[in-house]
């Protein structure tokens, strides 16, 4: 069974910043890919942010240059750095891992953990 647990949500001020965590647990052998997405109020799902092997990593157009993902292979976690944030980075943000049980491979979500950008 896998767990992935996000952490690092909270209340923010304008321009300020956060450290998420997506800490992924059990029996794997490996975390191929690690996705951030989020969810704001009323709308849709967006990817956010991808990191590859700990080599590759992506960002949406909205966050590029503020963002920064990185994990940790020891610890299996993935950490995003959020700096500069807006009111429209509020949302809940959720950790989708793409992780190798055995011989196969499959994504788990996580439960999300809201961020909330306000004065």
């Known amino acids: 069974q896998v767990h992935i647990v996000e952490s690092g949500g909270g209340l923010v001020q304008p321009g300020g910043s956060l450290r998420l965590s997506c800490a992924v647990s059990?029996?794997?052998?490996?975390?191929?890919?690690v996705r951030w997405y989020r969810q704001a109020p009323g709308k849709q799902r967006e990817w956010v942010a991808l990191?590859?092997?700990?080599?590759?990593?992506n960002y949406a157009d909205s966050v590029k240059g503020r963002f920064s993902i990185s994990r940790d292979n020891a610890k299996n976690t993935v950490y995003l750095q959020m700096n500069s944030l807006k009111p429209e980075d509020t949302a809940v943000y959720l950790c989708?891992?793409?992780?190798?049980?055995?011989?196969?491979?499959?994504?788990?979500w996580g439960q999300g953990t809201p961020v909330t950008v306000s004065s």
């Open positions: 989708n891992a793409d992780v190798v049980l055995g011989i196969s491979r499959s994504a788990y």
């Open positions: 059990g029996s794997i052998s490996a975390i191929y890919a």
């Open positions: 990191i590859i092997n700990s080599a590759s990593t």
